[in-house]
Protein backbone atom coordinates (compact mmCIF):
# COMPACT_ATOMS: atom_id res chain seq x y z
CA UNK A 1 0.00 0.00 0.00
CA UNK A 2 1.20 3.40 -1.09
CA UNK A 3 1.13 6.24 1.51
CA UNK A 4 0.24 9.79 -0.26
CA UNK A 5 0.98 12.68 1.66
CA UNK A 6 -1.25 16.16 0.66
CA UNK A 7 0.89 19.37 0.88
CA UNK A 8 -2.03 21.30 1.35
CA UNK A 9 -2.11 21.69 5.10
CA UNK A 10 -4.45 19.19 6.45
CA UNK A 11 -5.35 19.02 10.02
CA UNK A 12 -5.98 15.23 9.60
CA UNK A 13 -5.35 12.49 7.66
CA UNK A 14 -7.67 11.25 5.13
CA UNK A 15 -8.17 7.78 3.33
CA UNK A 16 -7.98 7.92 -0.42
CA UNK A 17 -6.97 5.54 -2.87
CA UNK A 18 -5.05 5.61 -5.41
CA UNK A 19 -6.49 5.93 -9.20
CA UNK A 20 -5.72 3.43 -11.84
CA UNK A 21 -2.43 3.33 -13.30
CA UNK A 22 -2.98 2.70 -17.40
CA UNK A 23 -0.96 0.02 -18.66
CA UNK A 24 0.79 1.64 -21.52
CA UNK A 25 0.96 5.31 -22.19
CA UNK A 26 0.72 4.66 -26.16
CA UNK A 27 -1.60 7.07 -27.33
CA UNK A 28 -2.86 8.49 -24.27
CA UNK A 29 -2.18 12.38 -23.42
CA UNK A 30 -0.31 13.21 -20.37
CA UNK A 31 -0.29 16.59 -19.03
CA UNK A 32 2.79 18.37 -17.48
CA UNK A 33 1.87 20.69 -15.22
CA UNK A 34 4.59 23.33 -14.19
CA UNK A 35 4.25 24.87 -11.41
CA UNK A 36 6.51 28.09 -11.82
CA UNK A 37 8.95 27.29 -9.53
CA UNK A 38 12.91 27.70 -10.97
CA UNK A 39 13.43 24.99 -13.02
CA UNK A 40 10.73 22.89 -13.26
CA UNK A 41 10.41 23.37 -16.83
CA UNK A 42 13.96 21.98 -17.03
CA UNK A 43 12.65 18.82 -15.32
CA UNK A 44 9.57 18.24 -17.99
CA UNK A 45 11.56 19.21 -20.67
CA UNK A 46 13.27 15.70 -20.01
CA UNK A 47 9.71 14.27 -18.78
CA UNK A 48 8.52 15.08 -22.09
CA UNK A 49 11.16 13.48 -24.35
CA UNK A 50 10.08 10.45 -21.98
CA UNK A 51 6.90 10.06 -22.84
CA UNK A 52 6.66 10.90 -26.56
CA UNK A 53 9.49 8.38 -26.49
CA UNK A 54 6.77 5.93 -25.25
CA UNK A 55 3.48 6.92 -27.74
CA UNK A 56 2.35 9.85 -25.58
CA UNK A 57 0.70 12.60 -26.52
CA UNK A 58 1.72 15.63 -24.41
CA UNK A 59 -0.08 18.66 -23.29
CA UNK A 60 2.25 21.65 -21.40
CA UNK A 61 0.14 23.93 -18.60
CA UNK A 62 2.06 26.22 -15.94
CA UNK A 63 0.29 28.02 -12.87
CA UNK A 64 0.67 31.38 -12.49
CA UNK A 65 2.59 31.24 -9.77
CA UNK A 66 3.63 28.50 -7.14
CA UNK A 67 2.62 30.17 -3.89
CA UNK A 68 -1.37 29.48 -4.87
CA UNK A 69 -3.25 26.53 -6.28
CA UNK A 70 -3.97 26.33 -10.20
CA UNK A 71 -6.76 28.14 -11.07
CA UNK A 72 -9.90 26.46 -11.64
CA UNK A 73 -10.05 26.67 -15.12
CA UNK A 74 -6.45 25.54 -15.55
CA UNK A 75 -7.97 22.59 -13.58
CA UNK A 76 -10.70 22.09 -15.79
CA UNK A 77 -8.85 21.85 -18.66
CA UNK A 78 -5.93 19.71 -17.57
CA UNK A 79 -8.97 16.89 -16.08
CA UNK A 80 -11.20 17.64 -19.26
CA UNK A 81 -8.09 17.05 -21.73
CA UNK A 82 -5.28 14.69 -20.13
CA UNK A 83 -5.68 11.21 -19.46
CA UNK A 84 -2.82 11.84 -16.69
CA UNK A 85 -0.55 14.10 -15.18
CA UNK A 86 2.62 15.07 -13.77
CA UNK A 87 3.53 17.99 -11.73
CA UNK A 88 6.93 19.63 -11.50
CA UNK A 89 7.57 20.16 -8.05
CA UNK A 90 11.62 20.72 -8.90
CA UNK A 91 13.57 23.71 -7.77
Known amino acids: MSIVLDPTGELRTEHRELAPRPGSLSGLTVGLLDISKPRGNVFLDR ?22 PAPVDLRHEIATSCDAVIEALAD
Open 47 to 68: IEQHLTDRGANVKRFAKPTFTK
